[in-house]
């Protein structure tokens, strides 16, 4: 199975930046459009941004367009998202998400489609 694991989440102050990452292991990421999923204490887990298998194409959710940014390495097996102008209200846990894909693109928050989940990094932005 396709393994995904989650880095680079902690404690930021309102305004600052964090790069999260997603490494993939025993398979390549190469037929995988990543989504980025967020779940705070008491919501719903919702879509954040995706990226198509290739890097072409990127979609985010309204509330961090502008502030997100997500890309990828496929040599390197790893998807990543860069988050600047952090607020108190993207406090959450981040989860990295892999769905196989035939065709290119992908749709933010889509999780019907997913086949992998990583186990999540914690983000808290606070004073």
């Known amino acids: 199975q396709l393994q995904l694991v989650e880095s680079g989440g902690g404690l930021v102050q309102p305004g600052g930046s964090l790069r999260l990452s997603c490494a993939a292991s025993r398979f390549t990421l190469d037929y995988y459009a990543i989504g980025w999923f967020r779940q705070a204490p008491g919501k719903e887990r919702e879509g954040v941004s995706c990226?198509?298998?290739?890097?072409?194409?990127?979609n985010y959710a309204d509330s961090v367009k502008g502030r997100f940014t997500i890309s990828r390495d496929n040599a390197e097996n790893t998807v990543y998202l860069r988050m600047n102008s952090l607020k108190p209200e993207d406090t959450a846990v981040y989860y990295c998400?892999?769905?196989?894909?035939?065709?290119?693109?992908?749709?933010?928050?889509?999780?019907?489609?997913?086949?992998?989940w990583g186990k999540g990094t914690l983000v808290t932005v606070s004073s």
């Open positions: 998400a892999a769905s196989y894909r035939r065709i290119p693109g992908c749709t933010v928050g889509t999780v019907a489609t997913v086949n992998y």
């Open positions: 990226i198509s298998r290739s890097g072409g194409s990127t």
